[in-house]
């Protein structure tokens, strides 16, 4: 029993060490969980986070992945019967960060929308040439996000690198990818400057979380969580593992 503690403290401070602070809760052998991978930082802004265990805080990533792929509004509620910690996930605003946008820098988009390009600069107003097609990625292997009637005026927000691709926006909202080949510079637009190195956008979402825990505590709070290539979520503020 002596040496099962010690490997179980061990256990714990390594833990601690890879990323602890980033995924909250603390380590307990009934637990049966781990924190899940995917998700960093989950607990960020929480007044309890280190009232939580693994199980909770691996329970509640499950829930926060699965709000993170619905439309706004999506919730989903998560429990651990072990600990009695309950709560919920509700998905916010999706949007981008890191784009060359001269109408604004946080740029509403389309949900699931696909960020493993570079984006060379280019804005301005555009015509679509033709009916075609938007789509989450620059490929017509894409899903469709929208579709656009020829003669649509629409906002360049960058060109693909390397490829016919533009990310476009309609009223300061990005609405998918489109070929270079059904647009054209609009005559006597808004033609705007494009300057600055190419960039990588990000896909960010806004949350809101509530918990509640044995004893009558509470707790709401939100955040903003970014994606990465790896498709990790990470929410904003928090430490990243191994800090």
């Not at 960020?44 to 709000?67: C, E, I, K, Q, W």
């Not at 699931?112 to 280019?122: C, D, K, R, S, Y």
Request: proline share 3%; net charge negative; charged share 20%.
């Amino acid at each position: 029993m002596i040496l099962r503690s010690a490997l179980l403290l061990i256990l714990s401070l390594s833990l601690a060490a890879c990323g602890g602070v980033s995924y909250g809760g603390f380590w307990d052998e009934r637990d049966g969980r781990a924190p899940n991978a995917n998700v960093e930082g989950v607990t960020y802004g929480s007044s309890y986070s280190g009232s939580l265990t693994f199980s909770d805080v691996s329970y509640m990533s499950d829930a926060f992945l699965n709000t993170m792929l619905g439309e706004e509004g999506t919730s989903r509620a998560w429990s651990n019967g072990r600990t009695g910690a309950s709560g919920e996930v509700i998905a916010g605003t999706p949007f981008l960060q890191n784009v060359d946008y001269a109408r604004g820098s946080r740029l509403r988009a389309p949900v699931g929308i696909q960020t493993n390009w570079v984006l060379e600069p280019a804005q301005g107003d555009y015509t679509a040439t033709a009916n075609t097609n938007l789509r989450l990625g620059a490929s017509t292997s894409s899903s469709i996000s929208a579709t656009l009637d020829e003669g649509t005026v629409v906002e360049a927000v960058g060109r693909v690198r390397g490829s016919p691709w533009m990310l476009v926006a309609r009223h300061s909202e990005a609405i998918g990818y489109m070929s270079t080949d059904f647009l054209e510079q609009r005559e006597g637009g808004d033609v705007l400057l494009a300057g600055g190195a190419p960039r990588e956008p990000v896909y960010c979402r806004a949350f809101e979380q509530r918990l509640s825990l044995r004893g009558g505590m509470r707790d709401q709070w939100s955040g903003i969580a970014c994606q990465n290539r790896r498709g990790t979520w990470r929410v904003e503020g928090a430490n990243a593992p191994g800090a």
